[in-house]
């Protein structure tokens, strides 16, 4: 099984700031994921990358397969960024089947 | 297109009873997978179905079951009902399946409370 480590895992910061969410896994994959969950528990994918690094707007996901760990950075914050960040990565480390996911990243920024 | 769809979305039963969960997938996708959520344990894999077969389970017991139908649409069933199995349970669908190069879109989940 594979073993994702997430940090940290609770995160305040003022808006504007520069946001860096760490994770990394133990066995060797195809994809890895980085979700959000808002409260309510909806979970959106943000990105599934397998090399190098992914934009989306103020968000950008890097990965680094060789060393098996992932970065979530997000720029000028806002407080809409607010929610709990996720890591996940394939369950036996290959192939399609289900996700193990991290511990979650608690991420409140203050106007 | 509609997104993953999951039923009931909240449900309270007793210690011994037994629940069934639905999950419809968005559509063409085929592969599903099921999730548990709890405050202590965070998001834990529960099993994978694709195209009517379990490719994977997680480490839970038992109790814990579920299959998929012809037109992908699962379902999961927890029988005997333990206290410790009140949780969000979420299912999520994918063209072939989380580890492979698919994004996977999650269903709003199963709020389940035991008492």
Redesign the interface.
Known sequence: KNEVEQSPQNLTAQEGEFITINCSYSVGISALHWLQQHPGGGIVSLFMLSSGKKKHGRLIATINIQEKHSSLHITASHPRDSAVYICAAPYSGGGADGLTFGKGTHLIIQP | KAGVTQTPRYLIKTRGQQVTLSCSPISGHR?V???Q?TPGQ???????Y?SETQ??K??FPGRFSGRQFSNSRSEMNVSTLELGDSA?Y?C?SSW???????????G??S?LTVL
Do not use: I, P
């Open positions: 592969s997978s099921w999730y959520q965070g998001l834990q894999f529960l099993f994978e694709f490719r994977n997680g480490n969000l979420l999520a072939t399946g989380g580890g492979g190069a698919n994004v996977l879109t999650f709003a989940g709020r």
